[in-house]
């Protein structure tokens, strides 16, 4: 048996997790663990290679990565997702700090890593997952702006709206009308 820690690009979300996990299953592959963008795994290399399990999981969408820096950018984005979609979101610890603690890395490295290979500020990419966030929180009408603002981080509504006007061109209440012209994928 050959046992694999496999980084994932393209999981995104809790169905990417059950799809993966049927194609290990479906595949006779032993699973471990199965997280966000990670699956630990083990298998015979006399029934299945690593290059079909790569292949099958290629024609779903995903796809294997073995580049380290683009490894580490995959759980960087995975945990950010994570964070800020899938677990109660604490507004109350630092994005830096949860980085940080998560891979055991400085912050600089983390986002200095993650800027060279996504053409794309860590920060940046942070603020867009918030705001989509938010863009799912305004959809579901449950929670007052105010309530949003709070749960994700900002210090008023006035810097949500500000926020969210900038990055989607479009204010609150005009995607209110409208919102799913406007949502886009955690991708």
């Not at 073995?66 to 677990?87: C, F, M, P, R």
Request: glycine share 2%; charged share 25%.
């Amino acid at each position: 048996m050959i046992h694999e820690k496999l980084i994932i690009r393209n999981m995104s979300c809790h169905c990417c997790l059950k799809l993966v996990k049927r194609i290990f299953d479906e595949l006779n592959v032993s699973t471990h663990s199965v997280s966000l963008g990670e699956a630990i795994i083990s298998f015979d290399p006399e029934v299945i290679t690593l290059e079909k399990i790569s292949e099958i999981l290629e024609f779903e969408g995903f796809e294997l990565i073995h580049n380290k820096e683009e490894q580490l950018v995959e759980q960087i984005k995975s945990a950010i997702i994570d964070l800020v979609h899938h677990t109660t979101f604490n507004a109350m610890i630092r994005n830096s700090d949860y980085l940080v603690e998560k891979f055991n890395l400085s912050y600089q490295y983390i986002s200095s890593v993650f800027s060279k290979r996504e053409n794309l500020t860590l920060e940046k990419f942070i603020i867009f997952q918030k705001i989509e966030k938010a863009k799912e929180l305004i959809q579901y009408g449950n929670l007052t702006l105010s309530e949003i603002a709070y749960m994700m981080g900002y210090s008023s509504v006035q810097y949500l709206s500000t926020q969210f006007k900038n990055l989607t061109g479009v204010s609150v209440s005009e995607f209110k009308k409208n919102p799913s012209k406007y949502r886009k994928s955690i991708n």
